[in-house]
């Protein structure tokens, strides 16, 4: 009993330490590959090829004079950016990594890797990244600046309208797992058709996917649908009054969210820890899912330095008339399918 | 024990929410408050065995339909109420219209004291019975919702829809096509 709870409690360190380590890394690997794709190296001279560069960026917003505005609404500012990053943190809580296991039979009973399994865990991850908006709408307001409001407003505007495709886009997978819990859904993913191909619900759900991850792009305001900063047009946005740690925390949360965002892709469509059959058995299925998370986030990161950003009007345009239209579409027939199949 | 103490630090969270978002001057500050008194009745549904329930306040209340308010607060840019006209007339000389949300707040009290004293003459639906897991699961919950409640839902849909009608009717200009 006591070992068992040590255990929990270093999973769930680890966790919180990966996660710390994902956004310092996720910087790193956004400027490095933003290097590649424009033919230059990109951070190199701070250890390395430049894989301390994080540290020393840390170390640098650390340093610097946090400023306040001087008609900033005091409370609502210093809160802001603390409840993105406790939003982002809190979210990857429901979000299981890997598969039970008893370490190699030091414990009795499996252990779940994971900081939680919650019966409606997906139910709770959307619950908890939809709050992180509060905190940047907050950030644009209380700084008091045009283009802070401006960023603030386009962040509630673009989360309302994207969060509506994201939440049809999952129910579709959760009508083909029948459950609400991630563990259960990845689970339902093991196994492959014809003997090599892995039964993962991106097989059954292409378009779900597609959906999930336009709508996942949108919910972290990153680009090209990043119009909360669009620094082009509103300097910095949401956070262009801000400095120092205060600052530091809103990316950091970006990170972080990007992270939740590529794990629950993992667990819905990509099988989870399924896929590499000796690994799952030797225990290591979290090594399988970190790989894909990184894939994921790779993606993320191409995706960014590849397109550039929409309109305005077009992000509207193409959430309500486009998006939405289409993850009900697909919620439709994935009903239908298993009512057929079901039956 | 705990169980007591969670209960009454939720609820004590919840009702002081509340009475600071009426409280507030500062438009800003009530919406901030209602989402938090919406967080802490999520926790007490999760004490009462819904989890289901919890996390649908969160991402419909205090997720979608929040954010909407925060939107609309900030795009009036309100500014704090002014005080000068409210807080000096007597309650009782008030326009009309005032007197009339009294007497709808009076006959919500009124209502609400009454739901509350038939508490425990309710039904708990049927096949959930006796079992708080199959109350709170999703499965019962929608089968229920889709069966023995269906008009009500059906209708509450239809109403919703209507008002959503209504409200872009109303919002449109006039040669707006």
């Not at chain 1, 040590?6 to 490095?32: D, H, P």
């Not at chain 1, 919910?219 to 400095?243: K, M």
């Not at chain 2, 919406?38 to 329930?53: K, M, N």
């Not at chain 2, 919702?145 to 209708?155: G, H, M």
Request: net charge negative.
């Amino acid at each position: 009993m006591e070992l068992r709870f040590l255990v929990q409690l270093a999973i769930i360190g680890f966790t919180f330490f990966m996660l710390i380590n994902a956004s310092a890394l996720l910087v790193l690997a956004e400027r490095k590959i933003m290097g590649f794709m424009q033919q230059r190296y990109g951070p190199y001279l701070v250890g390395p090829h430049g894989v301390l560069q994080p540290l020393a960026d840390i170390l640098k917003l650390l340093m610097k004079e946090e400023l306040r505005p001087k008609g900033a609404d005091k409370w609502l500012f210093t809160l802001a950016p603390i409840l993105s990053v406790t939003a982002a943190f809190a979210a990857f809580a429901a979000v299981p990594w890997g598969a039970e296991t008893t370490f190699f039979g030091l414990l009795d009973e499996p252990v779940s890797l994971g900081v939680a399994d919650i019966n409606v865990g997906v139910l709770v991850v959307f619950a908890i990244t939809s709050m992180g908006v509060y905190g940047i709408v907050l950030a644009g307001w209380s700084s008091n600046s045009k283009y802070s409001l401006m960023g603030g407003l386009r962040a509630s505007a673009q989360m309302i309208s994207y969060e509506l495709s994201y939440a049809t886009a999952l129910a579709a997978v959760i009508l083909l797992a029948g459950s609400l819990s991630l563990r259960e859904v990845v689970d339902g993913q093991a196994g492959t058709w014809l003997g090599f191909i892995p039964q993962w619900y991106v097989f059954l759900q292409p378009v779900g996917f597609l959906i999930y991850m336009i709508a996942g792009v949108a919910e972290t305001n990153r680009a090209p649908f990043d119009f909360p900063e669009a620094e082009q047009e509103l300097v910095a946005g949401y956070n262009t009054e801000y400095s120092s740690v205060r600052f530091a925390l809103f990316p950091q949360a970006e990170y972080i969210n990007m992270t939740t965002m590529s794990a629950v892709a993992t667990d819905l469509y990509l099988g989870g820890w399924h896929g590499v059959p000796f690994l799952t058995e030797l225990g290591l299925g979290w090594l399988v899912f970190l790989a894909k998370v990184g894939a994921i986030l790779f993606a993320y990161i191409w995706v960014r330095w590849t397109l550039p950003r929409y309109r305005y009007d077009q992000l509207m345009q193409f959430g309500w008339k486009w998006l939405f239209p289409a993850a009900v579409i697909n919620l439709v027939v994935t009903a239908a399918m298993v009512l057929y199949f079901n039956a | 024990m705990p169980e007591t103490l969670i209960f009454w630090g939720l609820s004590g969270m919840a009702i002081l929410a509340s009475a600071l978002v009426i409280g507030q001057r500062n438009p800003m500050y009530s919406v901030l408050m209602l989402i938090a008194s919406f967080g802490a009745l999520a926790g007490l549904y999760i004490q009462l065995d819904a989890p289901f329930v919890a996390v649908a306040q969160i991402i419909i209340y205090a997720g979608a339909i929040m954010v909407l308010f925060l939107f609309v607060v900030m795009l009036l840019n309100a500014p704090q109420e002014d005080a000068a006209e409210w807080d000096r007339t007597h309650p009782l000389r008030r326009t009309g219209i005032t007197r009339f949300g009294g007497l709808l707040a009076l006959l919500l009290v009124v209502e609400l004291a009454w739901a509350l004293l038939q508490v425990n003459n309710v039904d708990v639906p049927v096949g959930a019975q006796g079992d708080p897991e199959a109350l709170g699961s999703v499965r019962e919950l929608g089968r229920i919702l889709f069966t023995d409640y269906v008009f009500a839902f059906e209708a509450t849909s239809i109403l919703i829809l209507v008002a959503m009608v209504g409200a872009v009717l109303l919002a449109r200009r006039e040669g707006d096509g």
